[in-house]
């Protein structure tokens, strides 16, 4: 504080007012919140400005100041604001100095807590993140294309299951057909050779007694017949010689193993129940239920996942290019 802060006898009550009030604002910017915040609220409350004391500002001293700014009866109770009164009636510089002290400790861990921030930040996290979520990408993308890949597969194997099970039932009407004619036929040819064993009287082969029957036919016509109608005869001979074998052959190697191994109604016996119903149960329901759920998985990364997190770096990025930009335009770097 200079002499010419000081009012003196020959100036006037303004005079003196203005110097006290500029001496004040000068010490304001080492007052802490809550003094400043209990000055307002002093000036609030305060029904009149003091009046003008006959005493010499230069003698005042705490007390004195402490009564001024007590108006309306409004009492010093906080030990902070008695402590920067204290400053205040001591001198702006040692007032500056314990604020200083009180504030350096504070200050020393911030800037601690700030280095060790920086030191987080360095640690490559941004980098492997969005490497990871690359990688991880790419399998769950590859996966989704070779799931299309696989339903289409799917789709195809199914039309070619259905149309097997169109032919399969269709081959079943013709085999119930074939077998029911094989049956009849079978049954024909053993009625006609008992009926030829009983007009002949000799219990002879088929194809034998078909010759016999013929020869004594041709026996008892008396013009006799020709050539073309003896070889039709020897014809229907060996016709009926080859079916028994036919039949029996037909039966064996044709009916029996398409009834064994394709159309049989006992369980595991058809293609139905041993290819067919696997392939769907086992392999084209499991397989269209794990495309589901690559598709769902896929779906929830890009959503849950890959979008978030893309945002986040993006905001952590240009957070970081902000705190660059301070740091030069502050001198901190």
């Known amino acids: 504080m200079t002499a010419g802060d000081l009012p003196n006898e020959g ?23 809550l003094t400043l915040a209990q000055l307002d609220q002093w000036t609030q409350e305060a029904g009149a400005p003091p009046k003008p004391t006959a005493e010499p500002v230069a003698r005042l001293n705490r007390r004195r100041f402490l009564t001024t700014l007590a108006v309306g009866g409004v009492a010093l109770v906080a030990s902070n604001t008695a ?43 941004d980098d492997a993140v969005k490497l990871g979520m690359a990688a991880v990408g790419l399998v769950i993308r590859a996966l989704r294309e070779g799931a299309k890949i696989l339903r ?8 070619a299951l259905t149309a097997t099970e169109t032919a399969l039932a269709k081959l079943q009407e013709g085999f119930e057909l074939v077998e029911e004619l094989v049956n009849q036929l079978a049954k024909r040819v053993e009625a006609l050779w008992a009926l030829l064993v009983e007009v002949t009287g000799v219990a002879i082969p088929l194809a034998q007694s078909v010759g016999t029957f013929f020869k004594n036919i041709l026996q008892k016509i008396p013009f006799g017949v020709g050539a073309k109608i003896k070889q039709a005869i020897e ?30 109604t006992t369980p595991g016996s058809s293609l139905q129940t041993r290819l067919i119903s696997p392939l769907r149960g086992q392999v084209l329901d499991p397989a269209r239920q794990l495309m589901a759920e690559i598709e769902d998985l896929g779906v929830k990364w890009e959503i849950q996942m890959e979008k978030p997190v893309q945002a986040a770096l993006q905001e952590r990025a240009a957070i970081r290019a902000q705190i660059a930009r301070y740091k030069r335009e502050q001198h901190l770097a």
């Open 11 to 33: 100036q006037t009550e303004k005079e003196k007012r203005d110097v006290l009030e500029a001496r004040i604002a000068a010490r304001l910017p080492s007052l802490d919140d």
């Open 83 to 125: 402590t920067a009164l204290i400053a205040l009636d001591r001198g702006k510089m040692k007032g500056e100095t314990q604020s200083r002290a009180e504030l350096n400790p504070r200050i020393v861990r911030l800037q601690d807590l700030l280095a060790l921030y920086e030191r987080l930040e360095k640690v490559s996290l």
């Open 235 to 264: 014809w229907i001979e060996a016709l009926v010689a080859q079916l028994p074998d036919a039949l029996a052959h037909i039966k064996a190697r044709l009916l029996a193993p398409l009834r064994a191994e394709w159309l049989g």
């Open 152 to 159: 289409a597969g799917l789709d195809i194997a199914d039309v």
